[in-house]
Structures are given as C-alpha cells and as structure tokens.
T-cell receptor, first 110, second 112 residues
C-alpha cells in the first residue's frame, strides 16, 4: 500500500472562512510534507513534519497552520486566506528514499 | 539553497521516438535524484530514481546520472501519447527536512 489520501479533493472557501485539509497515510512513514503548487509551477515546499514534530516552516504566512495529531495524519488549517492562495495543495510522505504524494486538494479562495 | 534546473520546453516528439529530458543540479553533495511525472491537474507520480553514476533502466524509461557534470537525464523510448505530461526532476534538500526540491519541469508532448 503506497497510498497517501487527501481530503477533500476540491474546496471553495471565502476569505473569512476557516477550513481544514486532511492527509492520511498508513505506511508507517515518519516524514510528512505539505506543498503548494500553482498552475504551471513546480510544487513549493511549505512544511515538514518529522516524527510528528514540525521541523521546517518555509516562511509560510500564519493563515496556514499545520498540525500532526499522530503519525498517520497531517492537517492544514486555513483561515482568512486570500485569492492568491488558490492552488493545488499536496501532501507527501516518506520513509526512506521514496516520497509519495497524495492526489491533492484543489483550493479556490473567493 | 539547492537548485535544480530544467528546460521548461515544451518538448515535442512524434509517437515512437525517443524523448530526452535533462536536468542539472547545483549541490555536489546531492546523492539521489528523482523523476516525477505529472499530468495536468493531477499530483506528481514517481517514475524513476537513481543514486549511482551511469544508467538505470525500467521498461521504456532510462535514467542517466553523471555526478561529475551534475547532470541527470531521463530517456523515454517508444514515446506514446499517454507520456504527454510534465516531468519534474527533484533532489532532496537535507537542510530542508530532507524534502524534495523540484525543478520547474519539462512539458513533453507526444504526437500520434
């Protein structure tokens, strides 16, 4: 099983809304990542969790708040987003060498 | 900061031809190199990785690594229209929590 599951697949939210993205893997991977991808651009690293602890925050605005409640689950809490935050949000996990991506959440901020 | 450079393309090849995608990287300490394929609107899918100098073959795909030149390539033999996608070259940045850092990607178009 090399599956990373992200929910929801699509999300439309207003600038005053609070929403959360969810990422789940049951491969025992201890490193998990959030990436943001805009159209025709490569994935851009946002956060890294290692053994459920936040190890890297790539200067992401505080309106994005990550959380790792346990070794299988990674959340990204969203609040007061801007239209320019509309993008594909990708979760990935890694055990040793190979990193696997979820299918992503397509976020539109209106 | 590690950098990964790719020609964004588009690279156009006819069906059945060999597609050659190239990537250079800045950090001489990089050890492992990855090729991801990404269809429009979908997430990246790992297709090949390589650690050692030389060639690594998997079906129609061959990855080539030259550490002295800091150069990685991906050859796709007998290209099919279904290979039309963006190909992302990536390396690990161990200073960024061992996260993948991607090149800008090369868009491949295979015409039938």
């Amino acid at each position: 099983d090399t599956e990373v599951t992200q929910t929801p697949k699509h999300l439309v939210m207003g600038m005053t809304n609070k929403k959360s993205l969810k990422c789940e893997q049951h491969m025992g991977h201890r490193a998990m990542y959030w990436y943001k991808q805009k159209a025709k651009k490569p994935p851009e690293l946002m956060f890294v969790y290692s053994y459920e602890k936040l190890s890297i925050n790539e200067s992401v605005p505080s309106r994005f708040s990550p959380e790792c409640p346990n070794s299988s689950l990674l959340n990204l809490h969203l609040h007061a987003l801007q239209p320019e935050d509309s993008a594909l949000y990708l979760c990935a996990s890694r055990l040793n060498t190979e990193a696997f991506f979820g299918q992503g959440t397509r976020l539109t901020v209106v | 900061q590690k950098e990964v450079e790719q020609n964004s393309g588009p690279l156009s090849v006819p069906e059945g031809a060999i597609a050659s995608l190239n990537c250079t990287y800045s950090d001489q300490g990089s050890q492992s190199f990855f090729w991801y394929r990404q269809y429009s609107g979908k997430s990246p899918e790992l297709i090949m990785f390589i650690y050692s100098n030389g060639d690594k073959e998997d079906g129609r795909f061959t990855a080539q690594l030259n550490k002295a030149s800091q150069y990685v390539s991906l050859l796709i033999r007998d290209s099919q229209p279904s290979d039309s996608a963006t190909y992302l070259c990536a390396v690990y940045d161990h200073q960024a929590g061992t996260a993948l850092i991607f090149g800008k990607g090369t868009t491949l178009s295979v015409s039938s």
